[in-house]
């Protein structure tokens, strides 16, 4: 943390300006050596100048400079952005002079470690700005960007106190019996209880940060023949999948992204179910089908209109059963020989009628996927991503055991040692007290900063 870091900032790649940033005590002096200023240099005030190549005695671009003085900055140390022709020689040429006058180049994620380190923010904090660069949506910016304000944090926090509160509560007896505090240890198991009911709540939003960060998994399933390949092709507006009318034409699956006013949804088209297989890649597209169902957030169930329900149908509805889904009848410019009511008898779920071939009623349907699948934005802006989902189910299982152990009639001193381990838990979450090797390598896996 001594040095100094540098790094462009701006993508590679060309474009009408890049920036490259520097943190650290040495910041502005180093960044005084290849930027040549039109004026006096004052923090959070951009400064125009020419940049300056002193091994070579010559300028080579003009740019803007601005200064945050330390701790008013991203990193909270002394920093310096300085903003270039978006030529990615020119940016790498100002890395290499602040190298060459004693910056180091940033490891990927190194800004934002330092900010962490620095408290300017924590660990979810921290994992919201990787996840906000890297949502594939803009519902999913948005929910990164609340988490970045402090969602999940805030709620970490709290049920940290209620935890501390109630092992203080237990701590204080088992130091100061003479004083006759009893407690009333139904009390502990029921704010138990309760923290737990939270924490589960919070599990439960796993699923939803993964959909709208990565993209709501849905699998077109039906038996060969039914379109399912059109259907596919026709919501990505291209020829993406072989569609032919022989059936059994799609054999391995094909997985593509299409955003619903601003949720990403991740479409997969998969081999027809066929209750005869006429070969092993047919049975293993199959094998492959029922694996893509299961881990599916949702079906689109398809039928041809023009032929009627049978038991393939039937029996693929089995599989499907406690997934939620919906029911696409396809072929409609075909003469109709399927009614609502034998679609009713496949499951529950919603009915939307289109054609694939004619590009019809598709709006109807995206529109329904929608309301089906990306919940209303009335719910709360936060989620949990895969790193603290698994230190919430281990603060819950000391605080199961926590109450098992009241249940039990054990001392509690060990009940007060369970409850500080769900502490721990959530403080890992917050990063309060991870070893710098763990931080690191969260920190490492972040794209910005490189
Ligand atoms: N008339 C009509 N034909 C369609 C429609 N959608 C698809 N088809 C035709 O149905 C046949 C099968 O279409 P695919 O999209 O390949 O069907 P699939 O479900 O992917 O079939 P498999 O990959 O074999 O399981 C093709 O000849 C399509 O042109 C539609 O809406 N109307
Ligand atoms: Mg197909």
Redesign the pocket.
């Known amino acids: 943390m001594d040095d100094t870091i540098v790094a462009p900032s701006t993508p590679q790649g060309k474009g009408a300006i890049a920036m490259v940033r520097l943190s650290g005590d040495q910041a502005l002096s180093i960044a005084k050596r290849l930027f040549k200023p039109a004026g006096k240099i004052l923090p959070r005030k951009a400064t125009y100048g020419k940049l300056y190549d002193f091994e070579e005695g010559s300028f080579f671009d003009e740019g803007i400079l601005i200064y945050y003085k330390a701790p008013n900055s991203y990193t909270g140390e002394e920093m310096v952005e300085i903003t270039c022709h978006g030529n990615p020689i020119v940016a790498w040429r100002i890395v290499e002079l602040a190298i060459k006058s004693g910056a180091r180049q940033a490891n990927p994620g190194e800004f934002t470690y330092r900010a962490f380190l620095n408290g300017k923010m924590d660990l979810p904090r921290a994992e919201a700005v990787e996840e906000l660069v890297e949502a594939q949506s803009y519902r999913g910016v948005k929910l990164s960007f609340s988490q970045l304000e402090g969602g999940l944090s805030k709620r970490i926090e709290t049920l940290r106190e209620e935890l501390l509160n109630l092992a203080i509560l237990l701590e204080t007896e088992i130091e100061f019996p003479e004083e006759g505090i009893s407690i009333d240890l139904k009390e502990v198991e029921k704010a138990l209880k309760n923290t737990k009911e939270k924490i589960n709540s919070l599990i439960a939003l796993f699923d939803r940060g993964r959909q709208f960060l990565e993209g709501i998994k849905l699998v077109l399933v ?10 596919f092709n026709a919501l990505l507006e291209e020829e993406r ?10 054999r391995d699956f094909l997985r593509e992204r299409i955003i619903v006013k601003g949720v990403p949804f991740l479409i997969t ?1 998969t ?2 179910m066929n209750p005869r297989p006429s070969d092993e890649i047919e049975k293993e597209g199959m094998r492959r089908a029922l694996k893509l169902i299961e881990e599916a957030d949702g079906v689109l169930f ?1 039928l041809d209109a ?1 032929s009627p329900i049978d038991e393939s149908d039937r029996a693929l509805a089995e599989i499907v059963s406690n997934k939620r889904k919906v029911f696409v009848l ?5 003469k109709k020989v399927i009614s609502e009511e034998d679609i009713k008898k496949l499951g529950n779920g919603h009915i939307i009628k ?5 590009r019809e009623n598709l709006e109807e349907l995206t529109e329904t996927l929608w309301k089906c699948f990306s919940g209303t934005s009335t719910q709360e802006e936060i989620y949990v991503n895969s790193r603290q989902k698994a230190f919430l189910e281990g603060a819950l299982s000391h605080i199961e055991k926590a109450s098992e152990m009241i249940r039990n009639h054990e001392t509690e001193e060990i009940v007060a040692e369970e409850i500080r381990g769900a502490i721990k838990s959530l403080e890992e979450i917050l990063g309060k007290i991870s070893s710098e090797e763990i931080l690191k390598n969260i920190f490492s896996r972040f794209c910005i900063g490189k």
């Open positions: 039906g038996k060969p023949n039914v379109g399912k390949s059109s259907l999948a072989i569609v032919t009318e022989i059936p059994g034409t799609t088209d081999a027809g398809l023009s396809n072929k409609i410019d075909l289109i054609s694939a071939k004619k």
